[in-house]
Nanobody, 125 residues
């Protein structure tokens, strides 16, 4: 069982940066990938970025490519999401989840488990 805790959200102005953290505890050696998703009010949860446990492969949504960077610190079982040049449309609750199926980094939330409680990101104009 893996327990995930997200942190680092906040209220920022457009054009600025935030770094989100997803700290894992428990059986962390079993996951294939960890990904960040986000969910805005009235919208479905959408893939943002993911990173694999072996090889450190990454994947990004088109909407954040070039602005967001996902990374991991194996020593602390933490996955980070560096978000630069934030836009109002990035406003959402950000969640991280673990993928166990070795099919490549999945972009559908149904493939993920152990969701954390989320962290709110609000970007003002």
């Amino acid at each position: 069982q893996v327990h995930l805790v997200e942190s680092g959200g906040g209220l920022v102005q457009a054009g600025t940066s935030l770094r989100l953290s997803c700290r894992a505890s428990g059986s962390t050696f079993t996951w294939y990938a960890i990904a960040w998703f986000r969910q805005a009010p009235g919208k479905e949860r959408e893939f943002v970025a993911g990173i694999s446990s072996v090889g450190g492969q990454t994947a990004y949504a088109d909407s954040v490519q070039g602005r967001f960077t996902i990374s991991r610190a194996n020593a602390t079982d933490t996955v980070y999401l560096q978000m630069n040049t934030l836009k109002p449309e990035d406003t959402a609750i950000y969640y991280c989840g673990t993928q166990y199926s070795p099919i490549g980094i999945a972009t559908l939330p149904a493939w993920y488990h152990n969701w954390g409680q989320g962290t709110q990101v609000t970007v003002s104009t």
